[in-house]
């Protein structure tokens, strides 16, 4: 059996739609989406991926922000909705919300071990709103106890989505430029470190695409980045041991030009079998 996961950052669900974003969903092969910024309700989601999905999502108490969901195929073993948890424990603060979301699937491989998705949409940060950036170390401080809490029990764990941390020096095209920047600080990075060696998780599109440049995930809006491939590599699918050695193949869905992006992201779509 197999697994085919994307997560993308949309930028509002609404103008993705207005852009394209159905063409994308009718050509992938994902069998399970994570989304992240999606600040519009289940059922826009719903009516976009239209039938034979289940969906479902955390919104923000901030309007207008945030939002995490995750769409499934139903012809999966399904995302058991009983098993959906919204939010990480203890942050319960309105800039907390619409950033968490895990959702089970029973037994996704057939071996009897069931499969936590994560969606996350992590705090961005700026160092000139120093409040900012004391909200996204409170975010990855609980991050870190619940992520080894999952682990604890032997079950397969993804964490997917917009981390907004470029984690080393070929995830970001100007990190000479950046290393004073929110999204590229050693204090963030850092995280990552501890995850990846600490904590024995995986960077699956790393280990898949190789020490090289990239391949990046989200180009600034400005001037000629996208064009350019001025990139940042922010987008992580990050797995326990097992399941990234389940990983078959990693692919960036970037937009053939600028005019045709229906996001400032792209797709990561990585394939588990």
């Given at each position: 059996?197999?697994?085919?996961?994307?997560?993308?950052?949309?930028?509002?669900?609404?103008?993705?739609?207005?852009?394209?974003?159905?063409?994308?969903?009718?050509?992938?092969?994902?069998?399970?989406?994570?989304?992240?910024?999606?600040?519009?309700?289940?059922?826009?989601?719903?009516?976009?991926v239209g039938e034979g999905w289940t969906i479902v999502g955390q919104a923000s108490e901030l309007k207008g922000r945030n939002g995490v969901a995750i769409a499934a195929r139903t012809s999966l073993a399904g995302i058991d909705l009983e098993g959906v948890r919204r939010?990480?424990?203890?942050?319960?603060?309105?800039?907390?919300?619409?950033?968490?979301?895990?959702?089970?699937?029973?037994?996704?491989?057939?071996?009897?071990?069931?499969?936590?998705?994560?969606?996350?949409?992590?705090?961005?940060?700026?160092?000139?709103?120093?409040?900012?950036?004391?909200?996204?170390?409170?975010?990855?401080?609980?991050?870190?106890?619940?992520?080894?809490?999952?682990?604890?029990?032997?079950?397969?764990?993804?964490?997917?989505?917009?981390?907004?941390?470029?984690?080393?020096?070929?995830?970001?095209?100007?990190?000479?430029?950046?290393?004073?920047?929110?999204?590229?600080?050693?204090?963030?990075?850092?995280?990552?470190?501890?995850?990846?060696?600490?904590?024995?998780?995986?960077?699956?599109?790393?280990?898949?695409?190789?020490?090289?440049?990239?391949?990046?995930?989200?180009?600034?809006?400005?001037?000629?980045?996208?064009?350019?491939?001025?990139?940042?590599?922010?987008?992580?699918?990050?797995?326990?041991?097992?399941?990234?050695?389940?990983?078959?193949?990693?692919?960036?869905?970037?937009?053939?030009?600028?005019?045709?992006?229906?996001?400032?992201?792209?797709?990561?779509?990585?394939?588990?079998?």
């Amino acid at each position: 059996m197999s697994l085919t996961l994307a997560t993308v950052n949309v930028n509002g669900l609404r103008a993705a739609a207005r852009k394209g974003m159905a063409d994308w969903l009718a050509k992938t092969a994902a069998d399970v989406i994570t989304l992240q910024e999606v600040r519009a309700p289940d059922e826009l989601l719903a009516g976009l991926v239209g039938e034979g999905w289940t969906i479902v999502g955390q919104a923000s108490e901030l309007k207008g922000r945030n939002g995490v969901a995750i769409a499934a195929r139903t012809s999966l073993a399904g995302i058991d909705l009983e098993g959906v948890r919204r939010g990480l424990p203890g942050l319960t603060e309105p800039t907390h919300t619409g950033r968490w979301l895990e959702a089970d699937l029973e037994d996704p491989f057939g071996d009897g071990t069931p499969l936590t998705v994560i969606s996350c949409y992590m705090h961005s940060g700026n160092t000139e709103k120093p409040q900012t950036m004391t909200d996204k170390y409170a975010f990855l401080d609980v991050m870190m106890a619940r992520l080894a809490a999952l682990r604890a029990d032997g079950r397969h764990v993804v964490l997917t989505g917009d981390l907004n941390i470029a984690h080393a020096n070929n995830d970001i095209k100007n990190w000479k430029g950046n290393l004073k920047s929110a999204g590229f600080l050693p204090e963030e990075r850092a995280y990552l470190d501890r995850l990846l060696v600490e904590g024995d998780w995986v960077d699956v599109h790393r280990r898949l695409s190789g020490d090289v440049p990239g391949p990046y995930t989200w180009w600034s809006q400005r001037g000629k980045a996208f064009d350019n491939d001025s990139g940042w590599r922010i987008d992580y699918q990050l797995t326990d041991p097992a399941l990234a050695e389940r990983a078959a193949s990693a692919q960036v869905d970037r937009a053939p030009s600028y005019d045709t992006r229906w996001s400032d992201h792209a797709p990561l779509v990585i394939s588990y079998t």
